[in-house]
């Protein structure tokens, strides 16, 4: 009589996260934190994926995000102020340096008309935040003073103690380690293709789980779809550029297109580029984020470059993230963000509480007007 073999058992868990990024492993290492009892498994793609993580800017800004949408705004000085504390423990459970700083950030102007518009915006965030955000419109002189060495095209700025800036690969290998240490399985290069709903629960490849949480990037629009979610997110590329080590204090604060490094290297970036999935480097393109940079900073045509690249933000229709339950499958949650460094305190905070179903009413409440129902379908 010929016996077959039985099947293999699916292998059960509480959580399954889809992508191992800045978000999927942040939600990952606030769960494990918050339910040391959970089975979680975390499933990564391959090495050769778009990956927002690994292009990430590093900086943790508060200035301008939701000046728009006031729960993104609240949600944005929230997530800065929880850093402090998340770096601290962080770095103690992972014992990796994140490199973080919280001096402040500065947003230049280089007309009296764009000078007058940022004034406008970050009028908006003090309002939506009742006063919370603090920041302050510096004309040329006072700018001068905080950054010494700008060049003469620059008319202002606008300063918040509130920013600050991390090492993102620093960020990221620190959450990986915290989060396995902690319990949390993680497998790389296991793409997920197909996500099913089963009666109670989900399967995904050989695995069963309770409650299912994208944080896939580009993939989950395609994702989401699986489990009725609408997830409109599109990739928007930016290219960065590294320097050689410059003296110590060469940028005494981060902004959006420039920030020295804990090794000394000058980070610049600032490109916006809507070109699909490509997320090749450009000669024109760095020419540009190069001589933008030089206008803001001359002393910066004295360092050479040393290498480049470019990757793809995970954007949203209107730069916010998007937190979203599925009504038709509960238990399945799609996050999607291109603040992954911004928001990781929030993510492994606040956003963990609400997918355990524990959040408090006013922040399920600031966290659900962030959900899908602002899009148009």
Not at 54 to 70: A, E, M, S, T
Not at 127 to 155: I, K, M, S, W
Not at 216 to 233: C, E, T
Request: glycine share 10%; charged share 15%; net charge negative.
């Amino acid at each position: 009589m010929l016996l077959l073999n039985p099947a293999p058992k699916a292998e059960a868990y509480d959580w399954v996260i889809v992508g191992g990024g800045l978000v999927g492993a942040a939600v990952a290492y606030g769960l494990i934190q918050k339910q040391p009892q959970l089975r979680i498994l975390v499933l990564d793609g391959n090495d050769t994926d778009h990956r927002a993580s690994v292009g990430n800017f590093g900086l943790i800004w508060v200035q301008g995000k939701g000046y728009d949408f006031p729960a993104y705004a609240n949600w944005s000085l929230q997530g800065a102020n929880l850093w402090p504390q998340f770096a601290q423990q962080l770095t103690l459970v992972s014992q990796i340096d994140l490199a973080y700083q919280r001096q402040g950030g500065l947003e230049f102007a280089l007309t009296a008309a764009d000078l007058d518009a940022l004034s406008v915006e970050m009028a908006a965030m003090a309002q939506h935040t009742h006063g919370e955000f603090e920041y302050q419109v510096l004309d040329r002189a006072a700018a001068l003073l905080l950054q010494p060495g700008l060049g003469d095209a620059v008319a202002g700025a606008i300063y918040s103690p509130q920013d600050g800036q991390v090492n993102p690969l620093y960020l990221l290998s620190a959450l990986h380690t915290a989060m396995q240490g902690m319990g949390v399985e993680y497998r790389a290069r296991c793409p997920v293709d197909k996500v099913i709903a089963l009666e109670s629960g989900f399967q995904i490849g050989t695995c069963t789980s309770n409650n299912v949480a994208l944080c896939g990037g580009l993939d989950n629009q395609r994702l989401g779809l699986q489990l009725d979610m609408h997830l409109p997110v599109s990739p928007v590329k930016g290219q960065i550029l590294i320097t050689e080590r410059a003296p110590s204090g060469l940028l005494n604060y981060a902004c959006p297109q420039l920030r020295q490094t804990a090794e000394g290297t000058i980070q610049v970036g600032g490109s916006h580029e809507h070109s699909g999935l490509d997320d090749s480097t450009s000669l024109a393109v760095m020419q540009t984020i190069a001589a933008d940079a030089v206008a803001l900073m001359p002393a910066l045509s004295q360092l050479q470059l040393v290498r480049s690249w470019g990757a793809l933000r995970v954007m949203s229709p209107d730069g916010a993230p998007i937190y979203q339950a599925s009504s038709r499958y509960p238990g399945a949650f799609g996050i999607c963000c291109h603040s992954g460094v911004s928001l990781a305190a929030a993510h492994a905070g606040p956003l963990s509480d609400w997918l355990l179903g524990g959040a408090a009413a006013p922040q399920k409440t600031l966290i659900e007007a962030m959900n899908n129902d602002r899009f148009c379908v």
